[in-house]
């Protein structure tokens, strides 16, 4: 009779050590990881508290910022109008009359054929 090679299928017991030592840790660690997973998803929700708390603080700062730009725009108008006021025609001519001053008649006009200088003494 001939002899015919028989292959079996072998498996190593590695595999199924690393599947079993795998379920082994979870099993025996299941405390810690359960900490471990609580820890992180409370580090997740104080992150979180932070950056809204962030968003709210700056969106009320834009609204300070926005109020004032509004009283600004209404004291510039404001301004703008009585600048506007004071350069007319008729308060100018007002203000003339005001302050005493009265129309020229006839200019004199002088003479200067000898040029003058200022001596220092």
Wanted: avoid cysteine; charge should be neutral.
């Amino acid at each position: 009779m001939y002899s015919v090679p028989v292959q079996a299928a072998v498996y190593s017991p590695d595999a199924f050590s690393q599947k079993k030592s795998f379920r082994l840790f979870l099993r025996d660690h299941a405390v810690g990881l359960n900490v471990a997973s609580l820890m992180a998803v409370g580090l997740l929700l104080i992150a979180q508290i932070i950056q809204v708390n962030a968003a709210t603080t700056k969106g009320y700062q834009m609204r300070e910022l926005e109020n004032q730009i509004g009283e600004l725009s209404l004291l510039q108008q404001k301004l703008q109008l009585e600048s506007r006021k004071v350069q007319s025609l008729e308060h100018v001519a007002s203000s003339v009359k005001m302050l005493g001053f009265v129309e020229s008649e006839q200019p004199t006009y002088l003479s200067a054929s000898v040029p003058s200088v200022a001596m220092a003494q």
